[in-house]
T-cell receptor
């Protein structure tokens, strides 16, 4: 299984600022995924990040608001830009196991509160 | 569009009272059905992946089964530490990157 470390675990940010979330995996993985979990809701995929290529965004999510970097096979960042209270959520990174992607593991999540 | 519906939304059990959680899905070519446990303030913890109808997997007091339209998570003789939100997700065929579509979850509370 993959062990995923996500930082920060929580943050309180002022509206209009940005927050960058880091995700480190203990092994090389092909794909990394970023999800949002709004209060009391389930998980919604924001984008998929492959190393060396542009991230693929789901409907309703755009690169200007959620820029993603994937500089190597063990690391990714998600930035939530121009924060508003509606961005208050838990953000989670996820990956499969190696290239087979038969399992999916999650980090502990970043709880973002925008004030 | 892929859809996942979990029921019930919440389930309260007495310790030792066995029950089942349901996950109904519609997906174009199932590539895997995933079950997770999520504790408050934490990320989902992987439990099982099922791939084909008739498949079953077990872990301690949990047993997951799969049909062509739904999956069940059976909890046998639950304990208070089994209290958590249980999430079901599907991975569809035709997507090369393994996107998961999640249900809303079932909040399980087990009383001593």
């Amino acid at each position: 299984s993959a062990v995923i470390s996500q930082k920060p675990s929580r943050d309180i940010c002022q509206r209009g600022t940005s927050l960058t979330i880091q995700c480190q995996v203990d092994s090389q993985v092909t794909m990394m995924f970023w999800y949002r979990q709004q209060p009391g809701q389930s998980l919604t995929l924001i984008a998929t990040a492959n190393q060396g290529s542009e991230a693929t965004y789901e409907s309703g999510f755009v690169i200007d608001k959620f820029p993603i970097s994937r500089p190597n096979l063990t690391f990714s960042t998600l930035t939530v830009s121009n924060l508003s209270p509606e961005d208050s959520s838990i953000y989670l990174c996820s990956t499969g196991s190696g290239t087979a992607n038969t399992e999916a593991f999650f980090g502990q999540g970043t709880r973002l509160t925008v004030v | 569009e892929d859809q996942v519906t979990q029921s019930p939304e919440a389930l309260r059990l007495q310790e030792g009272e066995s029950s089942s959680l349901n996950c109904s899905y519609t997906v174009s070519g199932l590539r895997g059905l995933f079950w997770y446990r999520q504790d408050p303030g934490k990320g989902p913890e992987f439990l099982f992946t099922l791939y084909s109808a008739g498949e079953e997997k077990e872990k301690e007091r949990l047993k997951a089964t799969l049909t062509k339209k739904e999956s069940f998570l059976h909890i046998t003789a639950p304990k208070p530490e089994d209290s958590a939100t249980y999430l079901c997700a599907v991975k569809a065929g035709g997507t090369s990157y393994g996107k998961l579509t999640f249900g809303q979850g079932t909040i399980l509370t087990v009383h001593p």
